[in-house]
């Protein structure tokens, strides 16, 4: 529990914890809403880019330290209504069909030299059972925020430089 608090106010972004292992997640074969364990904790973001980003927080596996990802969506979802629906319990799979798992990385761009902090695609955590089809349906940066060429990791948003 003190480890959870600590990630969930490392920084501004909205929390969704998930009160399951990863593994009981795989064995019930995509995410369902009993196994998010806690609600959502709706806040205003310092990051613009809060509108298609949430954070959650789960043990890969049982004896591992809580682990944070993220999740990302590219197709205009609000994410606000949905902060208030995973926090009065009333949010459906259906509400997570356009999300992706990412994670927080340091990457350098070779054209620019610029070294940035991105959440990138994360394609080792299983925790869609359509994790290929979504990843190939999703929307990923194109070109590099500091130098405008293009960009071609499947990074979902720039967050900060390193
Ligand atoms: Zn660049």
């Known amino acids: 529990m003190k480890d959870r608090q600590n990630l969930a106010h490392a920084d501004g972004i909205d929390l ?5 292992q990863l ?4 064995r019930a074969r995509g995410l369902t809403l009993t196994e998010l364990g806690e609600a959502a904790t709706p806040r ?7 509108s298609r980003l949430r954070r959650i927080v789960l ?10 990802f993220y999740l990302h ?4 979802a609000d994410l606000n209504a949905l902060d208030d629906r995973v926090a ?7 509400d997570f069909a356009g999300a992706v798992v990412g994670e927080a990385l340091g990457m350098h761009h070779r054209a620019c030299g610029a070294a940035l902090r991105v959440v990138a695609l994360d394609s080792v955590l299983p925790l869609f059972t359509n994790d290929v ?10 070109a590099c925020p500091a ?3 293009p960009w071609s990791a499947s990074v979902l948003e720039f967050i900060g430089t390193t």
Request: hydrophobic share 35%.
């Open 147 to 149: 130098c405008g060429e």
């Open 88 to 94: 009065s319990g009333s949010a459906a799979d259906g």
């Open 59 to 68: 043990r890969v596996s049982p004896t591992w330290p809580l682990t944070c």
């Open 133 to 142: 089809e979504r990843s190939r349906a999703h929307v990923y940066q194109a």
């Open 73 to 76: 969506w590219s197709d205009g």
């Open 44 to 50: 205003i973001s310092k990051w613009a880019v809060a």
């Open 16 to 20: 969704v914890t998930f009160g399951q």
């Open 23 to 26: 593994r009981h997640l795989r």
